[in-house]
């Protein structure tokens, strides 16, 4: 099922990247008190209240958009609107309404889609009476916030989940089918990949239908096992701009990740690792979903550079290390044969569940190997652990305190059941909860 779209919109220097952070709880955007530091779209998956959503920072405009890039940035927003289910138009008290501002509502009002005006920089009580001049936007729902003292945050994602459509239902795979998405950016060899696989394995059986936003799956039949392949080529139709096609590929490429259970990240060889590949990358990891990078053009890299292509892309790419990467040629069909395995192999590490002992005694074994270092007088203490039951990438620490988590050893605890559990091709996702009574179960599963 693919997320809903949630678009961060407004002017210049209002705080949209920093109210991101503070939703994310993490410093993922770039902030700066200089204005038009956001300049693409920041892509992100973000879960709230039961409801899972895909939020995007956009870079702000201004009444006078006098340079190329300034316009660009400006168009870019509006691509923004025009494909987002829900508007999130950011202001900021200490400033007041100005013109920026009344242009930034007159878009939201025209794009005729529920909108939720955010007064950003109500740090005090005493900014409270400032959030009044706002209304004569004609917004639908008005909500103070500052997303620097972290007031008010709970009531805006409150309703920017009452705004958002209805879950789509999903549509009922078949009995063990494994849905693959082919993406990356425009150009990159998606459809040529697509086309040589099935001419490889020559036995389509079928159309299926996805969602409302997405085109036609192909279910394929490989080595007895059904697998749906979800296309994401054609992007540039569905933009007459040009300064849209990154936006719809990666939206459309969301759209497939939402939907797979492994991805194929189609590269350029020829013009490797670029930020959209980036984007489209860490939504895979963020999404849990299994990844195969797929360097395709491999033919017009001379055969001299190629060692050292690699090592670049090991560099472009280091958070991705946990994927395994094949070099192709989808127009010569080099080496194409290997992709349905790869993702099998990917899909098959996903899927692996063990039980709540074997994770509690891989964590504990790593911990003793490497203890978490103190925070000021404390330090982490991992109470017990276990495996998500409907997410089997996700682990779930109980702790003592999840403030004491240390980014750096959230990783170290990746690599080693990444080492133990040989999970390749899986991005791994921790879970840190207050420690409580623990609860016995009927019925573990082994491995």
């Known amino acids: ?93 200490s400033d007041g309404v100005i013109a920026s501002d009344e242009e930034a509502a007159k878009l939201v009002r025209a794009a005729g889609k529920p909108s939720i005006l955010v007064v950003n920089k109500v740090d005090h009580d005493r900014h409270e009476p400032l959030i009044g001049e706002f209304y004569r936007l004609g917004l639908e729902t008005t909500v103070g916030v500052s997303a620097i003292h972290n007031r008010g945050i709970d009531e805006l994602m409150d309703a920017v989940v009452n705004k958002l459509p209805p879950a789509e239902d999903v549509e009922p795979l078949p009995e063990g089918a494994i849905r693959i998405a082919i993406v990356g950016k425009p150009n990159a060899g998606k459809s040529t990949l697509l086309n040589a696989i099935v001419g490889d394995e020559r036995a389509i059986v079928d159309e299926v239908p996805g969602t409302t936003r997405d085109p036609l799956d192909a279910e394929l039949l490989w080595q007895g096992r059904r697998l749906i392949l979800v296309d994401t080529a054609g992007i540039r139709k569905r933009s007459r701009v040009d300064y849209g096609v990154d936006y719809f590929s990666v939206i459309r490429a969301m759209q ?28 895979i990891r963020e999404s849990g979903r299994g990844l195969v990078l797929v360097v395709n053009k491999w033919d017009l890299v001379p055969a001299e550079l190629r060692d050292a292509h690699k090592d670049w892309m090991k560099r472009k790419v280091e958070f991705l290390d946990f994927a395994p990467v094949l070099h192709v040629s989808a127009k010569e069909r080099k080496n194409v044969k290997l992709v349905l395995q790869r993702a099998f192999e990917v899909w098959k590490a996903r899927e692996q569940r063990f039980s709540r002992s074997i994770v509690d005694a891989a964590i504990k074994a790593a911990i003793e190997r490497h203890a978490p270092p103190r925070v000021g007088t404390r330090r982490l203490n991992v109470v017990w652990s276990h495996q998500n039951d409907d997410e089997p990438w996700k682990f779930v620490l109980h702790v003592n305190d999840p403030a004491l988590v240390p980014s750096n050893y959230v990783r170290y605890l990746e690599h080693e059941l990444r080492r133990q559990f040989k999970y390749k091709g899986v991005p791994l996702i921790f879970e840190f909860v207050p420690a409580g009574r623990r609860k016995r179960r009927r019925q573990e599963p082994e491995t």
Not at 259 to 279: K, S, Y
């Open 1 to 93: 099922m693919s997320r809903p779209v949630v678009a961060l919109v407004g002017r210049t220097n209002v705080g949209k990247s920093t109210l991101l952070n503070r939703i994310l709880g993490n410093r993922r955007a770039v902030v700066d008190d200089q204005p038009n530091v956001t300049r693409d779209r920041l892509i992100v998956p973000v879960a709230w209240g039961g409801r899972e959503f895909t939020m995007v920072d956009t870079g702000g405009w201004g009444v006078d958009a006098g340079s190329p890039l300034d316009v660009k940035v400006k168009r870019q927003a509006e691509v923004a609107v025009s494909q987002a289910d829900v508007l999130v138009l950011v202001a900021a008290a």
């Open 256 to 283: 497939a990740i939402d939907r797979c259970d492994v991805a194929l990240l189609v590269i350029d060889a020829t013009e490797p690792a670029t930020a959209q590949d980036v984007t489209i990358a860490r939504y």
